[in-house]
């Protein structure tokens, strides 16, 4: 287990330890840091004080130009050009004798309160907290505003309540304007050492160093994840407990995490909030998710890694049943985790609030990117288990019908299973599409075994990332329709009791003003003395209310206004009906206010008709009832809302977008009493009831007329219908092709950093990867400059198109109010009421946004006065507009304006009166567009994307084959030249085309004829030299026997000399040593003539993996000694040669390995083969012997030289010319006492 941890990658270990160690001291400082606040406290001064140096420079320039009076007559176009050079945040205006001459920014109201603060260093003024720059320069009065905070009355995307940016004063901090009552405030002071303001911190969590912490995990987290992806080969060789061991280990340390919710500021980080997603307890957020869905991968991969490398032994295959179990129970697997992934990705699209619809690009974020990631890593587990139970079935080596009955066997089971489980979590989401998905990747993986046994082809992995592609796309598309189909649902159970967030918003200011305005309460106070007569009251408060009070988002509603005296008796025109106001009461008397101080109900009329009821107290001077305003509120028929600006909208009142998204009717008593958007509705409910026989509190889908539709009958005579467009072809292919080209990103984006890290950073790509590499560099370069500018003219020709449309309203606007002022001969110079009155009655015909600004840039008239009124922009007209048109004489001025951060463009034309003078600005923002923006240019988009998705997948197909092309000459000489062997005919190529490649054909050809000719020159040489040889060691081996024979006779010839009494002992003796000594000599004389006339190799084409098999099982019963085989999944090496001297030569190296073990040591013999990167088979034969030494090295080839008591020492001579003469080679690695290892490698043969 320790080459876990002491391997060639133990850096990246060591790297991820480091910053998950840093992580955590970090984190511990974030959280303890004492000083924090007075650290951040000191920057903020510091760069207060550079702030305070710049703006006293800036001042001093305008002081010196204020105080140059020749300049006077142009001072606002003079002080425009300053302004341009004046500091971030800091805005001025100036004026002289109460009038306001000029004022650089237009979002900061200006009032006579900075006259009497101009004493005060640092005031709050209307929408936030500046440092008052406030001097008296001659006749004008500058009062200039450094910003330190914005203080909007609320807060929504657009208004945020922050500090200025160039501060850098973290959002934990708070702006207290003293110091006291605060323990952990940090004062703030300027130049002259006078405290401005000070900050509070709610914690004292350094916000800056919690960021770096999480950086430290994530990084952490990503090289520990690679590490063990680098280390996975070792788990090859470890056995199942500890692989058990290592996942469990893992699984308890991740459990730990999610129980103590450790790391602490990974937990707190919103991607591990579960506000974004949330299924279980172990999958209580996003990034729960995503670490869970990484380790289940990473298991996998391991059991894939440990599984790829068990052998199937003999012994193994003949235990069929066994075996037979295993598949049926790898294949069960297999589908069980396509159950558990399809279960994953369905939750996660239904229980969160992620966008995963590629169809609006503008939806999708961080969050979508992290969902698409999971579900990448899911499919990556389904991949690699269908892999292994291919692998598994492929090494059981059973015969085709009974793969199949497996197959059948493993899928009735499954199907058991799911039935009895279907009431499961799990199985609840089970379909068609993950039972394809399953069965679809066994058989893909199942056929392409056959040809690619070990690496990916490039043809292979596009062909998965295909079906992965195919299947997100249809499970995605599936679910986001669920999940739109519920939403649908729920709006429609809303519109059945609708109400409207932003009016009753809206009516709690309307209230108030309503309450104090002087002109109403005098009305009712002088019908009261009887000085007025009851249809002049009447209209003058209606009239009042209507163009003062309820006009912009009021303008949906259809309002009847009743007024009642202070004994509550009606006002009102003779003729009209009579309400009491007992109705009234009588209508809300069982409903709550929809505030305590309000006075403001909805009313639930059953007519599927918006319907409010207000009440306001009117108040004489002496707090004395004067009389009560009444106003019925009613949603207008067939027209949808024009939109109220998002600007206005608060955080808990989110604008709606569904509006925007449906198309809905409502129908009462099977009349047609509100319809929006784009569908024609029929303007009766009879045909849709009949047709679909609608029953109360019934929802039903039904797909017509190239729309869904949703039929919901909340009563027997209520119907409302909620359409949408229906999802084309286009539509459709949208996502497919979004998500095969984020799988073919990621897909090369991991295969890059594993090539490169195990490369060590030194990337070999041969000529064929270079073509592709470059090819597709081009082709993505060329895709990315075109869709850029593509992307770019669509944002600019929207942006003219904009402007055209924006010029057009505004010169349409100019044209109408203009007409209605001469109409009823309004003026300003008169009374501004009067412009008040005339514009007013533009609101309702007219549904555009507009203001009109009086000569001196003054606000007369808004159809959206909250803007105003709230101080988020000031009432006074755009300096530079203001400018353009009344000292520059423009006609219009168009240009970008900003509220808080809302951008929006805003057109300016001057307004003319009866006698042709310019009596002030028309001014149309153009608001409530960047959704619009937003929906044509994603429209756009996709469309283009989608074009050049198909374009890529195009080029790489393109690329592949162009780059198979040019290589495949190259290829043939390459093989050519791998097959050239000495002494037998090598083929000459023939190449028709004259070109670069002919050139080298030719050359080729040539090189091979003249080699044919040295090989014979070479032949005839070496036959000579290796018969010399022979003799030389024939007379050598002749002689070692002939010795002992010629003593022996010597022996015989003394004792008979001599009479010897043991003369037939002795001659018995001498004619057994001569006879062992023929039968040396016969040996030796049958070794040579095998050796001499050895048969010519009939070479073939044949397996040799079923030689080593069947050798191996030869000597496998060989006492002492345990071998073992390892064909690394290779199931056919296919090479070219003689099958009786392959047997020859393993059996002579494996007989040889068994021969060099010591007798007192247990022998283990491992034979193994490989592909190697070059096509070429390596066999390796390792023994655990006594080993070479040195001396014999060189010689251990040699014809008659062996390290062995017995023998002639030919076999691995023998052995040598057959490898070669088969176009291998032979060679050993030793060492002494610890073994021997033979390599032969063979050229495969395709």
């Not at 009753?504 to 309503?514: G, I, R, T, W, Y």
């Amino acid at each position: 287990m320790l080459q876990f941890v002491k391997n060639k990658y133990s850096y990246i270990l060591v790297l991820a330890v480091a910053l998950f160690i840093i992580g955590l001291l970090v984190e511990k400082q974030s959280t303890n840091s004492a000083s924090y606040g007075a650290n951040i406290a000191k920057r903020t001064q510091s760069i207060i004080y550079a702030e305070d140096k710049n703006v006293k420079q800036f001042v001093s320039v305008l002081e010196q130009e204020l105080g140059d009076k020749n300049k006077s007559v142009h001072l606002p176009l003079l002080l425009e050009k300053l302004s341009k050079r004046a500091p971030n945040y800091f805005s001025f205006f100036v004026s002289s004798k109460d009038s306001l001459l000029y004022w650089s920014n237009s979002q900061i109201p200006y009032s006579r309160t900075l006259k009497d603060n101009a004493k005060q260093k640092f005031i709050f003024h209307k929408n936030g907290w500046y440092i008052n720059y406030s001097k008296q320069i001659g006749d004008y009065e500058l009062n200039g505003l450094y910003l330190i905070k914005n203080a909007y009355p609320f807060e929504n995307k657009y208004l945020v309540n922050e500090f200025n940016p160039r501060l850098k004063i973290p959002q934990n901090f708070s702006l207290v304007r003293t110091e006291k009552g605060y323990s952990e405030n940090y004062s703030i002071k300027d130049a002259d050492d006078q405290t401005l303001f000070t900050v509070s911190a709610s914690d004292n969590q350094n916000t800056g160093l919690l960021e770096t912490s999480r950086v430290c995990f994530l990084f952490s987290v990503f090289f520990l994840f690679i590490y063990l992806i680098f280390i996975i080969k070792y788990f090859r060789n470890t056995t199942w407990w500890q692989t058990g061991i290592v996942i469990l280990f893992i699984s308890a340390i991740r459990f730990a995490s999610i129980y103590f919710k450790f790391p602490s500021a990974i937990y707190s980080s919103q991607n591990f909030s579960p506000e974004h997603y949330a299924t279980s307890f172990l999958l209580n957020s996003l990034g729960d998710l995503l670490i869970n869905s990484l380790l289940l991968t990473l298991f996998i991969l391991i059991l894939y890694q440990v599984w790829r490398y068990t052998r199937v032994t003999v012994k193994a295959r003949s235990v069929k049943p066994w075996l037979s179990v295993t598949v049926v129970i790898m294949l069960i697997i297999t589908s069980l985790y396509v159950a558990l992934s399809h279960y994953l990705i369905a939750r996660l699209v239904l229980d969160s609030n992620i966008s995963f619809d590629w169809g609006n690009i503008f939806e999708l974020d961080s969050y979508s990117m992290i969902g698409f990631l999971v579900i990448s890593f899911l499919l990556l587990g389904i991949y690699l288990l269908s892999d292994d139970a291919i692998r598994l079935i492929r090494k059981t080596e059973f015969k085709k019908r009974k793969i199949l009955l497996l197959y059948a066997i493993s899928i009735v089971l499954f199907l058991f299973t799911w039935y009895a489980l279907q009431n499961t979590q799990v199985f609840k989401e089970y379909s068609l599409a993950p039972f394809v998905l399953t069965h679809t990747m066994l058989w893909f993986i199942f056929l392409t075994r056959k040809v690619t046994l070990h690496r990916m082809s490039f043809t292979r992995t596009l062909s998965v990332l295909l079906i992965c592609a195919l299947f997100t796309s249809y499970i995605l598309n599936k679910y986001i329709e669920i999940k739109e189909r519920d939403t649908r649902s729920s709006f429609a159970n809303s519109l059945s009791h609708e109400q409207d967030l932003i009016a009753e918003f809206l009516f709690v200011d309307e209230l108030q003003k309503v309450k104090v305005d002087k002109f109403v309460s005098a009305y009712f106070d002088s019908y009261n003395k009887k000085l007025q007569n009851p249809a002049t009251v009447e209209s003058a408060v209606s009239k009042r209310l209507l163009q003062l009070y309820f006009t912009g988002h009021w303008n949906t509603y259809d309002l009847v206004i009743h007024s009642y005296d202070k004994v509550d008796q009606e006002i009102r025109s003779p003729g009209n009906k009579q309400v009491k106001f007992t109705e009234f009461t009588a209508m809300v008397s069982d409903s709550v206010p929809l505030a305590s101080d309000q006075n403001f109900y909805f009313i639930n009329n059953k007519a599927l008709r918006l319907s409010y009821l207000g009440f306001i107290t009117i108040n004489n001077g002496d707090s004395t009832k004067a009389g009560t305003i009444v106003i019925e509120f009613k949603s207008k028929y067939f027209k949808s809302s024009p939109g109220f600006p998002d600007l206005l909208l608060t955080k808990n009142i989110p604008r709606d977008p569904l509006n925007t998204k449906y198309s809905y009717a409502k129908y009462e008593n099977n009349a047609i009493q509100f319809r929006t958007g784009e569908y024609p509705y029929l303007f009766s409910s009879d045909q849709y009831e009949l047709k679909h026989g609608l029953k109360q509190n019934q929802q039903l889908f039904k797909n017509e007329n190239k729309y869904s539709h949703l039929y919901y009958k909340p009563l027997n005579s209520s119907l409302i219908i909620v359409s949408k467009p229906l999802a084309n072809i286009f539509d459709l292919i949208t996502p497919f092709s979004y998500l095969f080209t984020y799988f073919c990103i990621l897909f090369f984006i991991a295969y890059f950093i594993v090539i490169v890290i195990r490369s060590r950073f030194k990337v070999d790509l041969n000529l064929k990867n270079r073509i592709q590499i470059s090819i597709m560099a081009i082709v993505v370069l060329s895709i990315a400059v075109l869709g850029g500018g593509t992307v770019y003219y669509i944002f600019k020709s929207y942006s003219d198109n904009q402007n055209v449309r924006v010029a057009e309203q505004v010169s349409n606007l100019s044209q109408i109010v203009e007409a209605e002022i001469r109409e009823k001969n309004a003026s300003v110079e008169d009374n501004a009421a009067s412009i008040q009155n005339a514009l007013a009655g533009l609101v309702n015909v007219n549904e555009t946004d507009f203001n009109f600004f009086d000569r001196s840039g003054k606000l007369l008239f808004s159809t959206q006065p909250n803007i105003f009124e709230k101080n988020i922009l000031s009432g006074l007209m755009n300096a530079r507009a203001y400018n353009e048109l009344e000292y520059r004489s423009g006609s219009r001025f168009m240009q970008f304006e900003k509220a808080g951060s809302l951008q929006f463009m805003s057109a300016y034309e001057p307004i003319k009166g009866l006698n042709e003078k310019v009596i002030g600005y028309i001014n149309h923002p153009y608001f409530a567009r960047e959704d619009e923006l937003k929906r044509e240019i994603s429209t756009f988009l996709v469309a283009l994307i989608n074009i050049y998705v198909l374009l890529f997948s195009i080029a790489v197909l393109v690329t592949f084959f162009v780059a198979n092309r040019i290589t495949e000459p190259l290829r043939l000489i390459q093989r050519k030249l791998g097959l050239i062997r000495l002494g037998r005919k090598n083929e000459l190529i023939t190449w028709n085309k004259d070109d670069e490649i002919g050139l080298l054909v030719n050359e080729y050809n040539r090189m091979v004829q003249e080699l044919a000719v040295s090989a014979d020159m070479l032949a005839k040489s070496e036959r000579e030299t290796a018969w010399r040889e022979m003799a030389k060691q024939v007379a050598h081996e002749i002689k070692n026997p002939l010795t002992p024979m010629k003593l022996s006779l010597q022996h015989l010839q003394r004792a008979y000399h001599d009479k010897r009494d043991d003369m037939d002992e002795t001659i018995q003796k001498i004619s057994r040593t001569i006879i062992e000594q023929i039968d040396t000599l016969s040996n030796i004389a049958n070794e040579f003539s095998n050796f001499a006339q050895m048969p010519r190799a009939q070479n073939m084409t044949l397996d040799l993996n079923e030689i080593l098999k069947n050798t191996v099982q030869l000597y496998d019963e060989a006492e002492g000694v345990d071998i073992k085989y390892d064909s690394n999944e290779l199931e056919i090496i296919t090479v070219n040669a003689d099958k009786d001297h392959m047997n020859r030569v393993f059996s002579n190296l494996i007989k040889n390995a068994i021969q060099a073990i010591p007798d007192e040591r247990s022998g283990v013999i491992t034979v193994e083969a490989n592909l190697n990167g070059n096509n070429r088979y390596r066999i390796k034969i390792k023994d655990n012997g006594m080993g070479i030494p040195d001396d014999k090295k060189d010689s251990i080839f040699r014809p008659n030289f062996t390290t062995k008591t017995g023998g002639t020492g030919l076999g691995l001579a023998m052995s040598k010319n057959i490898i070669e003469g088969s176009g291998g080679k032979i060679w050993f690695e030793t060492e002494v006492n610890k073994g021997t290892t033979f390599f032969v490698e063979l050229p495969k043969i395709s």
